[in-house]
């Protein structure tokens, strides 16, 4: 089969012409022949010349124009870290110097009409929700005897400070509600709740003065404590009387009941002991029926694994032979 573009010729610029016309370019109008035209050919330039750079030389020359005078003192500024620190040093000195002010104002023991009664009897309670009202708070600790009064501390505003006292009418009501009080939840929140320490122990400091238990506001948030409740307090010992003039609660020491601690000291170690051998045996034979109990599950699993394999060969050798 012929080739119908056969008498068509490759043009210079690339475009078939036909018939011996010349090329396509010819026969465009002028406005677009012009796209196509050559760019003039550039400028001739004169070839760089090279400037010759002079040599490199000593200072021994200039050491006449130098002063021979001691110079200046140096005025030395100071760095935006230094600006900083300074400033922190001033507050942190400004505050402890305020609280020693304040520290020296505090009576724990001074006549106010909006105290409890009698410390003894007086339960804190701390990390209480902003919308608990006192009503709520006699609610909630009237279950371990009756309350005699409750106040919540509140600013000059009126707005709760998350915190308030709770004065019972006995005081082993109050040992009561400081045993297992700690860490309930009121109004969605775990309070803690600890013994008045400003009038029962002696020399005791409030947190903003220095002093105070726990470690919510050690430092950061990586040291701070986030648990609720109270810390774990080991075994304390009571103090004595309140007429002796002295703090039954030492620093970290909770209320304890008397009668316990006598009957303790009596013949608590043996029964202590005798109570700890028989659990370590309870333990130990739990341990055994847990591990019985695992050996049994184990077994009774391998038994039905087997059946189920017998079963899948029994079906198979039925379907292959009919």
Same mark, same amino acid.
């Given at each position: 089969m012929s080739n119908p573009n056969a008498h068509r010729k490759m043009t210079p610029k690339g475009q078939m012409s036909s018939s011996g016309m010349g090329p396509a370019i010819m026969h465009l109008p002028p406005h677009l022949k012009v796209m196509f035209e050559p760019n003039p050919p550039l400028d001739h330039l004169p070839r760089l010349v090279k400037r010759k750079m002079p040599p490199y030389t000593g200072l021994a020359g200039f050491l006449d124009v130098f002063e021979s005078v001691n110079p200046p003192p140096r005025d030395v500024q100071e760095t935006p870290k230094e600006r900083r620190e300074r400033r922190r040093q001033e507050k942190m000195a400004a505050n402890d110097a305020k609280m020693q002010e304040d520290r020296a104002k505090w009576d724990p023991n001074a006549e106010d009409p909006r105290k409890t009664? @009698?410390?003894?009897?007086?339960? +804190?309670?701390g990390r209480i929700s902003y919308e608990t009202t006192e009503q709520q708070?006699?609610? /909630? +600790? /009237?279950?371990?005897?009756?309350v005699k009064s409750v106040r919540l501390v509140e600013d000059s505003e009126g707005k709760s400070r998350g915190y308030g006292f709770v004065e019972y009418e006995k005081e082993a009501d109050m040992k009561s509600a400081y045993k297992y009080a700690d860490g309930k939840k009121i109004d969605g929140r775990r309070v803690v709740v600890d013994v008045e320490r400003g009038r029962t122990v002696t020399d005791w400091l409030p947190k903003k003065f220095g002093g105070g238990i726990g470690e919510t506001r050690k430092g950061g948030a990586d040291v701070n404590v986030k648990y609720s409740g109270r810390e774990a307090i080991g075994h304390f010992q009571v103090g004595a009387a309140r007429d002796e003039g002295a703090s039954r609660y030492g620093a970290h /020491?909770?209320?304890r009941d008397r009668s316990r601690s006598r009957g303790r000291a009596a013949g608590g170690d043996r029964r202590d002991r005798r109570r700890s051998r028989s659990r370590s045996r309870d333990r130990r034979r739990d341990r055994g029926r847990d591990r019985s109990? @695992?050996?049994?599950?184990g077994r009774e699993r391998d038994r039905s694994r087997d059946r189920d394999r017998r079963s899948r060969r029994d079906s198979r050798d039925y379907s292959r032979r009919y």
């Open positions: 009664k @009698d410390a003894y009897k007086t339960l +804190f309670v708070l006699r609610h /909630e +600790f /009237e279950q371990y005897g009756p /020491e909770p209320p109990r @695992d050996r049994d599950r």
